[in-house]
Each structure stands twice: as C-alpha cells, then as structure tokens.
C-alpha cells in the first residue's frame, strides 16, 4: 500500500522490494496485513456466492436449481470458508495492520514466522475449494461435520477437508502467538496493560482463545482421519466409540471458536465508538474484565449447542446456567458503548453507521442467544431457522460489520486518501437493509418450525424464505460496491491528514498517512 | 498495573513463545485426553448409556422384594446387518438385588458365517450405574455359521440403590455386522473374543 | 379402516379452518397441544418480552443520544468515561433477571425429563431418510415415508397442501395417555421433532435416548427431521395422528393383525401361482399407473416391462431397480413402499406376465435378505 520510506531509518532497506517477491517474502507488517485483508475480502464474496445459490434455492418452494447433495455441500462451504476464510483472516488483518501501530512498535515480534502465517492460508484454501472439484464432491455434513455422518458416510474428499483444516490451524496457532508476543513483549515505554487501547485488549485474550482451542479443533479432525483411514472407533458406536464424544469434542472449540469470532470486533467498535461521540470511552477497567469474563466463561458452556442430544438433567442445567451467564459482561459492554454515545458529540460517517448498527444489531443477536440459553424453549429452536437468524445476527452484522467499520476508520491511515463518504454510506444502508431482509425472517420462518440444512421445504415457509432470499441477493451485490470504494481509495481520493478523525485518540494516529513502511522503529513515550 | 517494560529482545519472544508452544501442545493432548476423560467420565456416573463390563455379584445382595422394576428389551441391527434379532422376553418385572436371566434370538439367515457383535445403550441414563450384567451376550463377539440361530442369555442384577422415581429401564442392543473384522484378525467362525464393549 | 374415514372427515373439518387461517406469514411459535409445548411457549413469550423491554430502554437512550447530541446539531461532548454506582447497578440488575428467568426454565426441564409412569412405549429408529415405528409391546412395526409425489417435488405438478409433511403411514397415539418415546438410529444421527407437541430429541446411532409426549386434542401433527442426516435429511417428516383411546385401541388391533398376517406371508412357502396372483393385485396398485396394465409402459418416460431386458434378464437387476428406484428417473425406490411380500410378488409377476414367461420366482425371504445387504 505505502511506498513512501522511512527517512531516518539506517538498519533497514529503504522502501519495499519490487514485484511479486515483494509479496511472497515480505516480513512487513503492513504488508502482511494487507494481504490477510485482500484474501478475507476473496474469501468473502467466494461464500457469499455461494450464501447466493443456497438463497436461490430456497427463493421457492420445490428443487429448481441445485440437487439436495449439491445444496448440502454449499451450505457446508459456506460455513466453512466464512468462518475460517473471512472473518478469521480479516481479524488477524487487522490485528497485523493496527497492533504494532496501537503500541507503538515498529513491526509484529516474529516477522518472518507472520509471512508464513498468512501463506498457510491461500495453499490450505486451494485445498478446500479444491475438494468441489472432486469425484463424490464437497464435504457436505455441515460446517459441524457431526459424526458419523461425516466419518462413516462421508465423501473421499473429506480428507483433504481434515487437512487443510490442519493448515489453517497452524496458521491461526502461530498468527496468535504472534500476537502475544508483540503485546507482551513490545509495548511503547509507559504503556501498561490497563493502558492499552481495547482493540489491543481483545486480540491478546484472542489470542489465548486460539491457543487453547485451535488444537483441540486439530485433535477432533485428527481423530476423524483415523476413525476414517485408520479403523479406529472414536465416534463409531459398533467400536464401543460415541458420536457424541465428538460433539462435546468439537464444541469445546466451537464455542470459544465463535467468541474469537467476535471479541476483536467488540474492540474495534469500542475505539471507533468513542471517536465519533468525541468522548472517552466509557468504563475501560470494566470492558477489558468483561471481555476477560466472557473469555473464561466460553469454556464451559458448549454443551448449549447440545441440548437435545440426551444430556442428563444435571448437566442441561448446569450449561442453560453458564450460558445465561455470558450475558451479563455482553450486557455491561453495551451499556459502556451506548453511555459513550450519550452526552457525547456524534458525527455519522462510515465507520459510525456500521458502529451503531453493530451495538443494536448485535444486541438483538444477543437476545435471540439469550432466548436458545433457555434450555427447554431450545428444544422448540434447535436446529431450525432461529438458530441460523441468531448467529447470523451476530456474525454479520456483528463480525462483518465490525470488520467494516474498522476498514473505513482505518483505511485513510492505511492508504493515505480518504474514502468516498457518500458512496460509503450508499454502502451501508444497502448492507442494512439487505441483511436486515436476509436474516429477520429466519426468526419466524424458525418459529413457525422450518428446519436447518434443507434445500426445499413446506408451502407455509414460502413467503419469509422468499424475502429473506431478496434481502440476501442484495446484501450480496452491495459487497460489490465495498470493493469498488476501497479499489477506488487506494487509487486516489481527497489527502489524509495524520488524524483524519478529530475524536480519535491513540499512537497510530500520530504517524503520517499514509503510514509509512517503517513506523516507530524508535519507541515512543506513553505518559 | 505499573511495571517496568521489558526490554524488546529475543529472549522475552523465546519466552512466549515456548509457553504458547507448551500450551499447544497441552491443549491438543488434552483433546485426545478428552476420549479416556470422556469414558471415565460416562463410567462414574452413567450419563451415556453405556452399561458396564461384568459385575462380579456379591453374595450379600439384598432382594428388595417390597419393590418392582420393569426392565423392557429392544434389539436393533446396525447398517447392513441382516441377521433376525429380538428380545425373547419383550419386558420383565423383577424384584432390586436378584439376579435375573432372559434372552435374545439371533438368526444368520444369510448364506455365509457371519460375526456379530451386540452395543448396550440404557434408558433413562441416571440408571446405567445401577444396571449390573453378570453374564451378556455383548462381552463377547456372536459368530453364527449360514442358517445359524441361537439364543444368547443375559443376565443381569437391578441395584436396591436404584432411585424411588425409576420404575421403568429401557436396555437396548445394537447388533452390528463385525464379520469382515473378525476376518481379517483371524477370527471368522472360531473362537469368540473377549471383548470388553459391554 | 372405516372408523378411520369417519374420523379423517371429523377432523378434516376440525382442521381446515386452522389450516387456512395458518398464514403464510406466520411468525411465532405454536403454543401446541401438549403441556410441555404450553410451558415452552409460556416461556418464550416470557423471555422475548423482557428482551423487548431491556432493548427498548437500550436502543431508547441510544437513539435519544442519536438524536439530540449530534454535533452537527451543536451539542459539546462530556467528559465522564466512569461511574462505579451504575456500573455495579447493571451488572447485578441483569443477573438478577437471568435468575427470575432460570426459575420457570428448570421446573419445565424437570418436568421434560420425567418419562416415568408411560402408557404407550414407541421405538422409533430414524434410517436415512425416513422413519420406523416400533410399538413395542404390541409386537408391530412399519416404516413411514415421505410420500409427496417426486413431481410435485420437482415442479411439474401443483404442490398439494402437506406438500413435504406428509408420509404414507403416520404414527398413531392415543390423545390423553402419556407416551414415551426411545429413539435411535440406524446410520447417522437424526432428531425427531414435532412442534406441536414440543418434542425433539435426537436419535444416535447406537444408542437409546428417550423423551415423551401427553397430547390433550386429536389431531394430525407434522413435524420434521432437525438433524442434517444426508442428501435427503429435509425429506423424512414425522406426521403423528392423535385418536381418542377407544379408536386407538382398535387401530393397534388391527395392526396387530394384520402383522401377524404379513409375518406368516412372510415365511410361508410361496408357490409362483400364489406370488402371480398377489402380484397381479400389487403391480395394479403400484405400478400400472406408469407401466400399463398391460406392461407397454409410456417409452420414453415410463418403459415398457414387457418384453424388458431388466425383466427377463438379470434378477439381481431387477430387484434393484424395483427396491431402490433409479435416480434421476421418475422411478421411485418401492423398497420401502412395499411390504416384502408384495415386492417379491411384483417382481414375480412382472418376470411372468406379458408373455415375458422366465419361470422366475422371487420370494419375500430373498427380497428382506437383499435390503438387508444394502
């Protein structure tokens, strides 16, 4: 993105390389950070097309498009590559971009092992994408990949799905140690934890999340492969293996998994809140042990995604308990973003529109998770359309939207050039409105008793799915507009000041705009 | 929370990395501890169904003959089984702490040997801990040559400490076809093999 | 069967009216028909209140700040960023009505867990993609299938009413006694859902789960498979009819009976004049819609039997096309429409008839043997 070279610096080689190696060997953050982006935003539109066919489908009653087998595998991709493939990736993205910056460091603490995080991904992705090409074709037992289904009756590509989910893993694994270190380790002179910005805070408990639960995820696909290939009877009952075993197993990551998925944007929003009321943040000591809580507390709690499998009447309690829990720290922190707002002096560019659609939006995702907490009432939503409104609701207009936001407020600093105001918030009211089409009707099409993972259904569902497919399709072509808009501020816009935003406050806004390759290779003070 | 910064330097990065490193590696062993965790688990306290291997039955077993437990049979075949398999006695009344016998009929009505082998599922799961086998057809694998039927026994004691408000346990068998395993281990048609499934 | 008919019209006018008020913008969930999905309901209502309440007060300071301290508009920011007394307030006042609701939401998950004290046990074993049921003290059992026309399905014909919840045959329980229910499954796992009742649970290959239901109205209930199970996992609905007792009583007789009966066809020896004969009866009710009565058939669509290839040729062939159709054609899989007796007749006939004249027979025990080698 920046070419401009760090004039004082003597140790390092001025500006970039030139051409393709540049991008291959690069140990920059800044670099490395834009490529996660760029692949998040591919991987992105990738699911969101195929989001599109499922939609089509499902725009009537009746097969018309695709055939069940074909419509399973979509809706298992999907999953995946959304979750693994875009949200993941635009996260740590940012978190290459924004840490070093935030703490005034001059680059992540392990370069070079940052380079092979990001190249891990593109080469485990081929392999996934690779497996629809496959005789017998995609894996199509859900991004869950419950067993048996996916072991015993599952397509000869499902090990090479294993596989290049062990790559991204890796990938994650090291991306996370990576962030601790440099949080840890490369903090600015005076910059104590409690003085870190929250985006900081977010990442670093990230990060632990990854660490713990990423190789649980690599330990329940390890032991598919070998009930697979290898005979064994992990989840086979005819072995003496149970296939819930693999539930709990997969769960135990999945649910910190969907925490990873949101707890970077909680800070992200929290800085972008604050800039645009121009008021400090509110309550910072409780954000960060709220964020803390909810990290701790996804560990015991995914037996929710559970409830109907037969767990005795102890261990429902305990999880419908545990889970209700989480909903205080949630709650504390929105009440912290909305006590910001109050009083304070609001502006509504970009990065603000999605920020507030972000805490309401996100909130009503949050009801609806409180409502599937109920373990009894969950017996009536599991596995129905409320349950794909609820984490859509949290995922899109939480995890995309957050992601949104943090590009607008940061992609002058990145690129030197303001975006296009007006085309932007084009941009977000299509998003708004299209996502807000797509996804509430899933609440009563769930409601009403319309099952998950069905590619045709009874004549009673047809008119919320046909809405919800209208609001899909155009929440799906709006994307293409958010690719035009930055395409069109990396090329040229009106000229970034060091501090476009007068609300913001932090070290990354001290450096020019564009950042230059080299930032803070001397550390500054923190008073 | 003022503390001194470290200095930024390879040894503190060493230092991460190593204990991110450890915890790697933890958490992933803990994933496979989660399987043995897991059984022990189901085995102290029953919430999977799962029955246990042989009870050695105490002589001192008290009969609650004030008391009665209605113990139902279903038998199912795994994928591809094809072999008939039911209950004799589709339901018994008996008294906590006496040892009971009853039996299942299973049929090879196929044109080869076969091997079967029977998985115990109990319901409600609060039960398990107190169902006891002394003798099952599920400890050991069935081979049964084509035309062969036979009937298996089971016998089984119902704990006196089984809770007030069970009066019902649901015991359930899922025959699956293990003949091409049996095979392979050199088993087909011999020896049955202890086989500690129950 | 006649007392059936009579109570199929009583209900059909019972249940028309619903059945066209049931809008297609339905948007809540159903209270049902039992005391578990009354309860569920309750506390759904319950809880989506007081989340409409707190983001009311929520999203009400929010917008008030939207509003009236815009910059634009002048408003000069404050300066507070903490205040230990409302923090404190919102942490505790939050817990506080997550107890109040946890209260109402265990006493009904105590009581959905109690399968003490049943009337009626049904087995039901979820196969990839339909549903067996087992009554299992009453020594009977049968598979219950989608039973939508593959056309309809595929748009050449207009979608009926139950269009993807309706099977061929429904399971039957008595209104008024508690019925329990213990589920597993044959391959993968399923989940047995009827909302009406509040009922899901899933069925695990393996291994036995239970759950129960006490239905206070007679009625037809459809429900669905909510566990991704394979290609056809939105395929398999539960359609369950509630009778009075008296009417249940005698519909497990008649089954009963009739069980028996198809137990001895079953196992007796058939000569190939009795399996023509049943087959005569069964290819006219099965097959002659497509195939013709007289085996000419509809080429291309629907082929000619007589004079076929696959029946005069191969038996295995034969056996398969019938039991498990041909995809991609409009043959169906008679597999599980059929009782074994009638697909052994069938074929038997279809081997025969016409002037097709093999000496072929097939018998009911070697079609259950060739399902049960699949």
């Known amino acids: 993105m920046s070419a401009v070279a760090d004039t004082h610096s003597q140790e390092h080689h001025h500006g970039p390389a030139k051409g393709i190696s540049r991008w291959l060997l690069t140990t920059n953050h800044k670099d490395i950070g834009s490529m996660y982006l760029m692949f998040s935003f591919a991987m992105f539109l990738l699911g969101g097309s195929m989001a599109m066919v499922?939609?089509?489908?499902?725009?009537?009653?009746?097969?018309?498009?695709?055939?069940?087998?074909?419509?399973?595998?979509?809706?298992?991709?999907?999953?995946?590559?959304?979750?693994?493939?875009?949200?993941?990736?635009?996260?740590?993205?940012?978190?290459?971009?924004?840490?070093?910056?935030?703490?005034?460091?001059?680059?992540?603490?392990?370069?070079?092992?940052?380079?092979?995080?990001?190249?891990?991904?593109?080469?485990?992705?081929?392999?996934?994408?690779?497996?629809?090409?496959?005789?017998?074709?995609?894996?199509?037992?859900?991004?869950?990949?419950?067993?048996?289904?996916?072991?015993?009756?599952?397509?000869?590509?499902?090990?090479?799905?294993?596989?290049?989910?062990?790559?991204?893993?890796?990938?994650?694994?090291?991306?996370?140690?990576?962030?601790?270190?440099?949080?840890?380790?490369?903090?600015?002179?005076?910059?104590?934890?409690?003085?870190?910005?929250?985006?900081?805070?977010?990442?670093?408990?990230?990060?632990?999340?990854?660490?713990?639960?990423?190789?649980?995820?690599?330990?329940?696909?390890?032991?598919?492969?070998?009930?697979?290939?290898?005979?064994?009877?992990?989840?086979?009952?005819?072995?003496?293996?149970?296939?819930?075993?693999?539930?709990?197993?997969?769960?135990?990551f999945g649910h910190p998994e969907v925490y990873i998925m949101i707890l970077p944007a909680f800070g992200a929003i929290s800085h972008i809140v604050a800039a645009f009321s121009r008021k400090p943040l509110f309550g910072y000591a409780s954000m960060v042990y709220a964020v803390g809580a909810i990290a701790l507390l996804s560990f015991v709690v995914w037996a929710h995604h559970m409830f109907t499998v037969g767990i005795p009447l102890a261990g429902q309690l305990f999880f419908m308990y545990a889970t209700m829990l989480i909903a205080v720290p949630t709650g504390v922190k929105v009440f912290n973003w909305v006590t910001t707002m109050f009083r304070g002096s609001l502006s509504f560019e970009a990065p603000m529109l999605f920020a507030v659609a972000f805490i309401i939006l996100f909130t009503i995702g949050g009801f609806s998770g409180l409502m599937l907490a109920i373990a009894p009432a969950d017996f009536q939503y599991h596995d129905t359309y409320f349950v794909v409104a609820h984490f859509h609701y949290v995922l899109v207009p939480g995890a995309i939207f957050g992601i949104f936001a943090s590009a607008y407020f940061w992609l002058p600093k990145w690129t030197g050039h303001m975006y296009d105001e007006t085309l932007a918030k084009t941009h977000f009211w299509l998003s708004f409105i299209g996502m807000n089409l797509a996804f509430f009707p899933m609440h009563f099409l769930g409601l009403a008793g319309m099952p998950r993972r069905i590619p045709d259904y009874a004549l009673q569902f047809a008119d919320f799915n046909m809405v919800s497919s209208i609001g899909a399709f155009m929440f799906g072509v709006s994307q293409l507009l958010f690719l035009f808009i930055v395409v069109k501020c990396v090329r040229g816009g009106e000229k970034a000041t060091a501090k476009p935003w007068d609300g913001a406050e932090g070290l990354e806004w001290t450096v020019p705009s564009p950042a230059p390759y080299h930032t803070f290779s001397t550390p500054p003070e923190v008073k | 929370m003022a503390e001194p910064q470290p200095q930024h330097g390879k040894r503190s990065n060493g230092r991460v990395i190593a204990w991110c490193m450890a915890g790697v590696v933890g958490m992933f062993a803990f994933g496979f501890a989660l399987v043995p965790l897991y059984d022990v688990f189901c085995e102290i306290t029953g919430i999977n169904g799962k029955t246990g291997g042989r009870y050695e039955a105490q002589v001192t077993n008290q009969v609650d003959a004030n008391r009665t437990v209605t113990v139902q049979f279903l038998a199912s075949n795994g994928p591809g089984m094809s072999w008939e398999f039911r209950p004799v006695t589709r339901s018994i009344k008996v008294h906590p702490g006496e040892p009971v016998t009853v039996n299942f009929y299973a049929e090879n009505g196929s044109d080869q040997a076969m091997v079967g082998q029977a998985v115990p599922s109990l319901s409600p799961a609060e039960g398990t801990l107190y169902f006891h086998k002394t003798e099952c057809f599920c400890f050991n694998q069935q081979p049964l040559e084509a035309g062969e039927s036979t009937e298996m026994p089971l016998v089984f004691i119902v704990d006196p400490e089984l809770p007030e408000h069970i009066t019902k346990l649901t015991l359930s068998y899922t025959l699956y076809d293990q003949s091409q395993k049996a095979e392979v281990s050199g088993a087909a048609g011999a020896a049955k093999t202890t086989n500690n499934n129950g | 069967m006649r007392v059936h008919a009579k109570r199929a019209v009583a209900l059909a006018a019972g249940l028309l009216s619903p059945a066209v008020v049931v809008a297609d913008w339905t948007m809540n969930m159903t209270p049902g028909v039992t005391g578990t999905s009354n309860q569920i309901f309750s506390l759904h209502m319950t809880i989506l209140w007081i989340c409409v309440a707190i983001g009311v007060v929520v999203f009400g300071v929010m917008f008030w700040s939207i509003f009236a301290h815009r910059k634009s508009q002048g408003a000069k920011p404050a300066n507070f960023h903490e205040n230990t007394v409302v923090e404190i307030l919102w942490t505790i006042i939050p817990f506080a009505i997550l107890v109040a609701m946890a209260i109402p939401a265990t006493a009904t998950l105590v009581e959905m867990y109690d399968t003490t004290e049943s009337e009626v046990d049904i087995k039901i074993t979820g196969y990839q993609w339909r549903w067996q049921y087992e009554y299992i003290n009453e020594d009977f059992g049968y598979f219950s299938s989608l039973s939508t026309p593959r056309d309809q399905i595929e748009n050449r014909q207009a979608k009926g009413e139950n269009y993807l919840l309706e099977v061929d045959n429904p399971l039957v329980i008595p209104v008024g006694k508690k019925v329990r229910f213990l589920l597993t499954a044959n391959d993968v796992i399923h989940s047995w859902w009827v909302p009406e009742f509040g009922v899901k649970k899933d069925a695990i290959p393996g291994f036995i789960n239970e759950t129960w239901t006490r239905v206070d109205e007679p009625g037809i209930y459809r429900g669905q498979c909510t566990e991704l199970c394979g290609k056809d996992h939105g395929f398999m609905p539960v359609v369950v009819e509630a009778v009075p007792e008296e009417e249940y009583n005698a519909w497990v007789a008649e089954q009963r009976e009739a069980a028996e009966k198809e137990r001895q066809l079953t196992q007796k020896d058939w000569t190939l004049e009795e399996l023509m004969e049943r087959g005569e009866k069964a290819y006219a009710t099965a097959c002659a819609a497509c195939h013709q009565a007289d085996g000419s058939g509809a080429p291309p669509a629907f082929p000619a039997l007589k004079g076929s290839p696959i029946a005069t040729g191969d038996m295995t062939a034969h056996i398969d096309i019938v039991v498990n159709g041909k995809s991609g054609t409009a043959m169906q899989a008679f597999g599980n429409q059929l009782s074994e007796v009638d697909l052994a007749a069938v074929i038997t006939y279809e081997r025969n008839a016409w002037g097709n004249n093999t000496g072929d027979m097939v018998t009911p025990k070697e079609i259950f043997d060739y399902k049960n080698q699949q």
């Open chain 1, 54 to 252: 499922i939609r089509a489908e499902l725009f009537q009653p009746g097969l018309q498009i695709v055939q069940p087998e074909f419509f399973n595998q979509m809706t298992t991709m999907h999953g995946l590559i959304m979750v693994f493939g875009a949200v993941m990736p635009a996260f740590v993205g940012l978190a290459n971009w924004m840490l070093p910056l935030m703490i005034g460091a001059p680059d992540m603490a392990l370069p070079r092992m940052n380079n092979w995080s990001f190249w891990l991904l593109p080469c485990a992705f081929l392999i996934l994408v690779s497996t629809l090409f496959m005789q017998g074709g995609a894996p199509n037992f859900g991004w869950t990949f419950y067993a048996p289904l996916s072991t015993t009756y599952g397509p000869p590509s499902t090990t090479f799905f294993i596989f290049a989910v062990h790559i991204m893993g890796v990938s994650s694994i090291m991306g996370a140690i990576n962030v601790i270190a440099t949080i840890l380790n490369m903090r600015a002179p005076g910059m104590t934890l409690m003085k870190m910005p929250l985006f900081v805070w977010t990442w670093l408990i990230t990060a632990f999340l990854l660490i713990a639960v990423m190789p649980v995820l690599a330990g329940v696909v390890t032991m598919m492969l070998m009930d697979i290939n290898f005979g064994t009877s992990f989840f086979d009952a005819s072995g003496g293996g149970d296939p819930v075993l693999f539930q709990h197993v997969f769960w135990f």
